[in-house]
């Protein structure tokens, strides 16, 4: 069975370097929310256009936003999807249970 996984490697000053792997688009888009949502102290501009741009489900042109305008220029973000064979055991001993 092949399937995509999605991955986000950053190093950053902060935090060093990190590679996160999701399993779904979805979960990838909520990992960029996390990283780039705006404290609710900061009342910038660009805090106020990112919210605006989640708001309105935009989250890869916020992503793009938020790198030319608010991301540490010496932190670096890659994102990228790659699709890898997945082999699933199957078993005789599996059991399937029925709910009355």
Known sequence: ?????YTLTSNT???GLECQVFTSEHELKRAQVVIMKPS???DSEFAEDILAMLKDDEI???WEYWEENVKNEKDTYNIDSHE???QVPVTSSAKVSKKP
């Open 60 to 62: 890869e042109e916020a």
């Open 84 to 86: 890898v064979e997945v």
């Open 40 to 42: 609710e102290e900061d």
């Open 13 to 15: 000053i902060e935090a």
């Open 1 to 5: 069975m092949k399937t995509t996984i």
